[in-house]
């Protein structure tokens, strides 16, 4: 079974900026979480979807947005990118999103924003 | 409010010897806890998870952590550590028992050296 995949795996961007990350889940996961992971802050909980709805969100910014589609796979987008968004962007996937469910991670997009 | 403490930031061990990597968790109730591993330029990946039945929970490649309650602690374990065992280790917490994954605090991180 394949696993989790993310595109682009790096992306250089400048301030100002959009961007949009791309997540395909392992085939029969129905739930797709984005996390932020920086040096400073560590791993910080961006948004949830499950069957195209976003039900869960962290405390991100509105610049930060995310939609699902009717096949699972996942996007978030970056509007207005700042110097702090540079980041590893995490997503992973799981059966139904509950919090006993095993996540799966994919191996992230490393955004860089000069 | 719930929150998660890993201990050391960094922790150095030689192979053939045993591992020890501390987490602290503060819940008003008892959580749901998991051990994340993170290999260089991958992602995560679940070793463990104690969801309310037996306190010491085994996981993949010899790890395993045992929830102490009284304690507030949820410390992974491994008789002896491989060079493949270098990595970053991570201790979560769910915000509320059950719901969604939405509800997960990351600690800061732990990372494991194995020297020869």
């Known amino acids: 079974k394949a696993g989790v995949t993310q595109t682009p795996r790096y992306l250089i961007k400048t301030r100002g900026q959009q961007v949009t990350l791309s997540c395909s889940p392992i085939?029969?996961?129905?739930?797709v979480s984005w996390y932020q992971q920086t040096p400073g802050q560590g791993l910080q909980f961006l948004f949830e979807?499950?069957?195209?709805?976003?039900?869960n969100k962290g405390n991100f910014p509105g610049r930060f947005s995310g939609r699902q589609f009717s096949n699972s796979r996942s996007e978030m987008n970056v509007s207005t990118l700042e110097l702090g968004d540079s980041a590893l962007y995490l997503c992973?996937?799981?059966?139904?999103?509950?919090?006993?469910?095993?996540?799966?991670f994919g191996p992230g997009t490393r955004l860089t924003v000069l | 409010a719930q929150s998660v403490t890993q201990l050391d930031s960094h922790v150095s061990v030689s192979e053939g010897t045993p591992v020890l990597l501390r987490c602290n968790y503060s819940?008003?109730?008892?959580?749901?806890l998991f051990w994340y591993v993170q290999h260089p330029n991958k992602g995560l990946q679940l070793l463990l998870k104690y969801t309310s039945a037996a306190t010491l929970v085994k996981g993949i490649n010899g790890f395993e952590a045992e929830f102490k309650k009284s304690e507030t602690s949820f410390h992974l374990t491994k008789p002896s550590a491989h060079m493949s065992d270098a990595a970053e280790y991570f201790c979560v917490v769910s915000l509320r028992r059950g719901g969604s994954q939405g509800n997960l605090i990351f600690g800061k991180g732990t990372k494991l050296s194995v020297k020869p």
């Open positions: 992973a996937s799981s059966l139904a999103g509950q919090v006993y469910d095993t996540q799966y």
């Open positions: 819940s008003s109730y008892s959580p749901s």
């Open positions: 085939s029969g996961h129905r739930s």
């Open positions: 979807y499950f069957s195209e709805t976003q039900r």
